[in-house]
């Protein structure tokens, strides 16, 4: 497509529940971040896909989020059990060269 | 204390006024700088990119980087109010180790029409 498409663009789930967040990067795009950004904060980086290499997941605050990246393509962050405290946006973006990131309109997830 | 400082603001000005946005940071090794936009409810968009010190012109957006002073800075001249958003800086380090971007928390901009 022609921009980062994520989806679901909201997403309120119950406390203890697991979510998936998907992400289709821009077609081409080798590169793919995940980042977190809460309230009046920053973004956080969270994993970081480079085509068939390892991924970073230096980011990623607890083992309860996962990611995957299917064949070089889209991707999906998973959080299980969820808490209060992951309630933010969370934005995909994908990147041909690594420098200028496109980002998409994020998820953002509301845990009650 | 944050490798990348920024003021979150505020910042309200009029129409017409030049902008200054600006960001610390402390970690020696980044060289690469960029500034992203966010509107509200949105994704950041790139706005500038620079590579180490030195200056970027684009339109009526200049980009500064001081890395003796490890202090980056946007201008935006004849602001509109479109110009309207939350401006982040973000910035790596050189080579294939992680290439993940690290952002400040945002300034919040506001233009009087």
């Known amino acids: 497509g022609a921009g980062v498409s994520q989806s679901p663009s909201n997403k309120v789930t119950e406390k203890g529940k697991d979510v998936e967040l998907r992400c289709d990067p821009i077609?081409?795009?080798?590169?793919l971040y995940w980042y977190r950004q809460s309230l009046g904060q920053g973004l956080e980086f969270l994993i970081y896909f480079q085509g068939n290499s390892a991924p970073d997941k230096s980011g990623l605050p607890s083992d309860r989020f996962s990611a995957e990246r299917t064949g070089g393509s889209v991707s999906t962050l998973t959080i299980q059990r969820t808490q209060q405290e992951d309630s933010a946006v969370y934005l995909c973006?994908?990147?041909?060269?690594?420098?200028?990131?496109?980002f998409g309109s994020g998820t953002r997830l509301t845990v009650v | 204390q944050k490798e990348v400082e920024q003021d979150p603001g505020p910042l309200s000005v009029p129409e017409g006024a030049i902008v200054s946005l600006n960001c610390t940071y402390s970690?020696?090794?980044?060289?690469?700088f960029m500034w992203y936009r966010q509107y509200s409810r949105k994704g950041p968009e790139l706005l500038m990119y620079?590579?180490?010190?030195g200056n970027k012109e684009d339109g009526r957006f200049t980009a500064q980087v001081d890395k003796s002073s490890k202090y980056i800075s946007l201008f935006i001249r004849d602001s509109q109010p479109s110009d309207s958003a939350t401006y982040l800086c973000a910035m790596r380090g050189e080579g294939t180790g992680r290439r993940a971007l690290t952002f400040g928390s945002g300034t919040r901009l506001q233009v009087q029409p």
């Open positions: 077609s081409g795009h080798t590169a």
């Open positions: 620079t590579y180490s010190s």
């Open positions: 973006a994908s990147s041909l060269t690594g420098e200028g990131y496109t």
């Open positions: 970690n020696s090794a980044f060289q690469y």
